[in-house]
């Protein structure tokens, strides 16, 4: 059974900093596409930031050179680490894990966590 659990979340001011998490279980981490999305009240869920299992990352032109994602092989979790954050960056944040399972090793599928809260109040 995946399990993605999401940590990290809360209220932050504007211009603060939060870094949230997401650790893995189930999944083949290691051969795994890892990101994280985001959602607002009304919004499109959207791609914020990807790093693959060689470790190339990509980011929405919105956060570009102010967050950064990462990803513990070791501890099967993923962060992404948020600065300068602003009113626009409220948002339920979620982790998605795109790869092979023990049971299904030979295809890539997708997983979601539940979603953390982040509050940036201005």
């Known amino acids: 059974q995946v399990q993605l659990v999401e940590s990290g979340g809360g209220l932050v001011q504007a211009g603060g900093s939060l870094t949230v998490s997401c650790a893995a279980t189930?999944?083949?981490?290691?051969?795994?596409?890892m990101s994280w999305y985001r959602q607002a009240p009304g919004k499109q869920r959207e791609l914020v930031a990807r790093?693959?299992?060689?470790?190339?990352?990509d980011y929405a032109d919105s956060v570009k050179a102010r967050f950064t994602i990462s990803r513990d092989n070791n501890k099967n979790t993923v962060y992404l680490q948020m600065n300068s954050l602003n009113f626009e960056d409220t948002a339920v944040y979620y982790c998605?894990?795109?790869?092979?399972?023990?049971?299904?090793?030979?295809?890539?599928?997708?997983?979601w966590g539940q979603g953390t809260q982040v509050t940036v109040s201005s």
């Open positions: 189930g999944v083949i981490f290691g051969r795994s596409t």
């Open positions: 998605n894990a795109h790869g092979p399972t023990l049971t299904n090793w030979n295809q890539r599928l997708d997983f």
């Open positions: 790093i693959t299992s060689a470790g190339s990352t």
